[in-house]
């Protein structure tokens, strides 16, 4: 299992919302999960004051035998266009059933995502949404999915959906503002009217 996150001035931001998830997905396949948040938060901030990394990208790899491996390196900021005039997103040309056991968990069998990013960013997109059998959104490949309309923010059920730790980030946002956040199935064709 793994997971991804950004340190801002060496802290690694929302880690006990990726440590509740991968010890989730840990419970779900039967792997034992050693370390505390607190430990690996520590770790993190060694190894980014080492690094002399202020922003960082660091990945959590939590291995068969119960062994963490963690890793910082450079964040390369986003374009600042894509701010300013928003980014292009694809549709993947396949559809995903949300029954398959690996769904919902930040596996080491991330390579769809990968590809799928890769693929995008080749393409000059930001990212790819995936579908599921009836053609409703799920999530893309490192994004979780929001329309705005009428005020109000629709976002796709959790079911068969990776949690997004940044996801849950905005639903509390929105709420604080006492902006309605509408859980549903939400349809590929709802994107062209957000």
Known sequence: LFEVTRAYRGIPFRLDDHFRRMKRSARRFG????????????????????????????????????DLILRTRPLAPLPRKWYSDGARVLLAGWKRDVSAPLYGHKTLNYLENVLTRERSRRLGAVDTIFTGLQDELLEGSVTNIFIA????????????????VTRKVVLELARSERIKVIERTVYAAELYKA
């Open 31 to 66: 792997l034992r999960f050693p370390q505390r948040a607190a430990w690996v938060e520590r770790r993190i901030r060694e190894l980014c004051r080492i690094n002399q990394l202020e922003s960082a990208h660091v990945r959590i790899t939590l291995t068969g035998g119960g």
């Open 149 to 164: 309309r009428g005020g109000q923010l629709h976002t796709p059920l959790i079911r068969g959906v990776l949690p997004g």
